[in-house]
């Protein structure tokens, strides 16, 4: 495949004045990534600081409810709430064997702010977040953590005052402050190379959960399912299944309310391609190519795009492509905190609806692994609202 590419998805479509960084962050890549150095340092912050390796948790009232083996990787137990922190953490560990002393990051509803900010200040690194100005309001108790944890979080005014604009914001700043600043970007899209990047970090979940799998059950999973955002803790969990042809890959996309004419953030079943932020993917576009606006329950999963590679994995059909509503996310999250304990995030709970809603299409005693991305606590306030009490 071309470099940078993922079939005719990827790329690196940057004015300019961004190559400079981006060629020397491929050049670290290369360079510094397979260190042993690198490897150990990165292991042993996941280990002790992040809480690696998650547990492989069976869910046994919700099996015997389906009818099938219904297993959770537990990235939800993760510092910070969810798998973010495995990205972070690699990235700022990076920027500082790459000399650098700072990190810009995006961010939307403020978890890779929260994690960028932690790993900066675990690492000795400046930190400042681009953060649009709606999402600061939406998301004050966010701001408040970034900046506890030593961030600077600056609010972005332009366009819909979301992640959309502070990701343009972020790329812009990068351009002036490259000498001494890494870009930390937030999920596996965006230019060349951050898609190689980000999942080269994420897909310690995959490597973990395969080995927990077969631990456990002397067999690999059925299928796998995973919420996809950005996509970044559904391609870390996915491509080390990818080679293993028996196991169905299941993303699941935000479909919002499910009204008709509702906005929503299934860029892959409902967009179509064309180029934001730097990579040519799947994107919620009007007829003149304008970026449409995202709408979730889950403010994870609000973003108009998706990482290229699962343009690339839907297009090959090697991944199939679902959709989960709000109502269908809320209802599974529910079952999971009454039937096993469990509080998840919102974002997870849509791979959980989709398996709940969906659960004739799972084979009778298969295995079924959901990527239980992060933990619900952040999404009390919402919860509260949408159940009404
Ligand atoms: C941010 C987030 C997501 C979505 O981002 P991806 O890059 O698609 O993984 C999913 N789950 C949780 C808990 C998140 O915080």
Known sequence: MKKGYFGEF?????????MPPL????????DILPSEAFQS???????????????????????????????????????????????TLGQALLAKYMGKSALIAETGAGQHGVATAAAAARLGLRC???????????QSANVRRMKLLGAEVHPIESGSRTLKDAINAALRAWISEQHDTHYCFGTAAGPYPFPDLVREFQSVIGREARAQMLEHTGAFPDYVVA??????NAIGMFVPFVPDTGVKL??????????????????????????LHGEYTMLLQDEHGQIQPSSSISAGLDYPGVGPEHA???????VKYGIAFDHEALAAFQKLCRSEGILPALESSHALAYV??????????????????????????????????
């Open 128 to 138: 400042t977040v681009y953060m649009g100005a709606e999402d600061v309001e939406r």
């Open 23 to 30: 060629m020397e962050l491929e050049q670290a890549m290369a």
């Open 10 to 18: 990827g790329g690196c479509f940057v004015p300019e004045l961004l």
């Open 250 to 275: 299941i993303g699941v996309e935000a479909g919002g309310t499910g009204r008709p004419g509702c906005l929503h953030s299934a860029a892959i079943n409902l967009g179509r391609p064309g180029v």
């Open 356 to 389: 709940l809603e969906h659960r004739g299409e799972f084979e009778p005693n298969s295995r079924v692994l959901v990527n239980l991305s992060g933990r619900g606590d952040k999404d009390m306030d919402i919860i509260g609202r949408a159940l009404g009490d």
């Open 227 to 232: 919420a996809v955002g950005g996509g970044s």
């Open 41 to 87: 340092e990165l292991h042993g912050l996941l280990k002790h600081f992040a809480g690696r390796a998650t547990p492989l948790t069976f869910c046994p009232a919700l099996s015997r409810e389906l009818g099938f083996e219904l297993w959770l990787k537990r990235e939800d137990l993760l510092h910070t709430g969810a798998h973010k922190i495995n990205n």
């Open 312 to 318: 690339f994995l839907h297009s090959t059909g090697r």
